[in-house]
């Protein structure tokens, strides 16, 4: 039988496995981006969250086995087997050949690289905070290749055709989101 989580569940699976704290910023900041998304379309808030914040949760200890580890131990843990696929959806042709299909996996897919973009461009301003960044500063910093180096830009561009969006529209409602959380993402900075 297939058990519901909650959001405490899924922060204790997540810390269980991942103790960067980076890693777990980064967690917060994906789950912030689907709860808005979730919000914005008019679907289940807590299960879109839930799947943000445990998406990378194998990462830090089973890079090779990303997305494989976390299938091992939400199907032990008997989460629904649609809040699986969608974390195995999120790596789609870097780790897994899971097509995002359903309208939550196109927004975790779309939203996950640009949360590290939109942090990056955060730290560097002189105030620290995502509280003041503006989606033109986001796409000056992408052009930079050097900027944010992990981020995949392609990725980001790719779920944004999933979606049907503008980049723009995107990296707008990505800011919004990690402005509701932007204390838990240490992202407040001085103002």
């Known amino acids: 039988m297939t058990h519901i989580p909650n959001r405490e569940e ?40 839930i799947i943000g914040l445990v998406h990378d949760m194998d990462w830090e200890q089973f890079p090779d086995q990303h997305c494989q580890k976390t299938r091992e131990i939400l199907e032990a843990a008997n989460w629904p087997e649609e809040y699986i696929r969608a974390v195995e959806s999120h790596a789609y042709l870097t780790c897994t050949e899971v097509v995002p299909q359903t309208l939550l996996e196109k927004t975790l897919y779309a939203v996950d690289e640009l949360t590290g973009l939109i942090r990056t461009t955060a730290l560097i301003r002189p105030s620290k905070s995502v ?27 790719r779920g944004a055709e999933m979606l049907g969006m503008e980049i723009p529209d995107l990296i707008h409602d990505c ?15 001085n103002l």
Do not use: Q
């Open 10 to 49: 899924a922060l204790k699976l997540l810390t269980t496995y991942t103790k960067n704290p980076s890693l777990i910023i980064h967690a917060k900041a994906v789950e912030a981006c689907m709860r808005y998304y979730a919000r914005k379309h008019g679907e289940d808030e807590e299960k879109w969250g």
């Open 175 to 189: 800011i919004e989101a990690m402005k509701e959380v932007a204390e838990e993402l240490e992202l407040k900075g």
């Open 131 to 157: 509280l003041d960044v503006k989606v033109k500063s986001v796409k000056r910093n992408w052009k930079n290749k050097r900027f944010a180096a992990g981020v995949d830009r392609t990725v980001i561009e």
